[in-house]
């Protein structure tokens, strides 16, 4: 079986990297235009703030019989004789997946067509490079959109000491991912950070001088920056799909099994419009790469194929937010939402019990209170008696107790974006990965989001006490974690 992926990103790197080990006797070859090797996008922000070194993003070669093309950008289907051509080969196929993703929304404002000197936007390793080229001499920054990449990228630049204006089109900051309250919590605490935070702000025109950004126009006035990165979200990058006669409707339009309306044809992750709708997260993109590498491989039926799952953490500097599963604008009439809001400490923490199980919480201002909670989400009969200490995170008897690796119970969900569960992480463990960045090697932790890296390491410290790498003379002695109810 020969298959074809075009997209060397996250998402077309899981699903080669799949099927490589489903199903060994294919051939595979990973087509990327960029002429990096795969590499971890999610990260371009801590890139940028300078928290990671490049080499950190780079993404685990995919095993054989996977040979990776960089700097092949596909230029043209032929569905007919099953041909992806690019401008110095042709690669045959039996089945071909587009794994496209999305490419940065452009604004329709004046100063903008086409772009000018100075302005950017963030969604590759070369972006970021250019971005951080440009911040050796800026004087000002603008960065427009409030969304998660608005607010890292910010703060990554404040960081770097460049003055930041962040420009917000709705009312609060986060509006997606955050109720108004919470979202004004986040805007105080960036103003704590010394950004200068427009809110509810209309972007009219981006001013220029001999080509070069000189500032913006908003409709309360102008701001002098030469240095402007939009982070106003993406849209799914079809234009080869399209071409190719692929039926196309906001993005590639595909099944529950991931097929497009050709049979040899399948489409995953940003570029992929599934009946759940699109979802701009690296979570379900790899959820639908291994799903579609086992039925590729015949090793099992596709499951439906997940958009939602509603999570976001935030890797900006000075900030920590965390939202994850309902919130309480949207809780159910016999929900209990418990929350502390403290705006003066720049804390603001919800949760919304149903039942008795943490529905969903949204944690602003605590990363530990958070990494805690992410362990409670969707666990029947672990709450403590009074949901309330479930706010007091580990200065509470009860969470300190249920959030403990001694009492989590194995098919405690570590890292969501991988699946990854704490029984996994101990297997990984007795196997010999007896360090954070083995266990990440092995299991894939860490390697999504990093949200889960808090967790990941107070496993490890667990079972470095329990089990330490010099002995381990007996797994069987320790016990793995408490009956899951």
Known sequence: ???VVVGAGMVGHRFADDLARFAPHAEVDLVGAEPHAPYNRVLLTELLAGRVEPGALTLPRPGAPVRVWAGAEALHVDRERRVVATAERTFTYDHLVLATGARARRLRVDGLDPMPRGAHVLRSLHDARAVDAATEHARRAVVVGSGPLG???ACALAHRGVPVTLVSASATVLARDLDPVAGGVVG???RGLGLDVREAAVLEAVETVDGRVAGVRLDSGTVEADLLLLACGSEPETRLARAAGLVVDGGVVVDADLATDDPRVSAIGDCARTPGGTSGLVGPGWQQATALARRLAGASPAPASVVGGAAMRLKAVGLDVVTEGVRGSVAEPDDRVL???DPSAGRHVEVVVRGDELAGFT???DGDLAAHLSTQ???PGVLPPDPLQLLLGTSGAAPTTSGSPTTMPAATTVCRCNGVTKGDLVDAWEDGCTSVSALADRTRATTGCGGCRRLVQGVAQWLEQVDPPASQPDPGAR????PAT
Do not use: F, I, N, Q
Not at 479 to 482: C, F, L, Y
């Open 151 to 153: 607010l890292e990228a």
């Open 377 to 379: 989400v969707a666990r």
């Open 339 to 341: 929350a502390v809001h």
């Open 363 to 365: 944690c602003v201002g």
């Open 479 to 482: 016990e793995r974690s408490v």
């Open 188 to 190: 105080r605490s960036l």
């Open 1 to 3: 079986m020969r298959v």
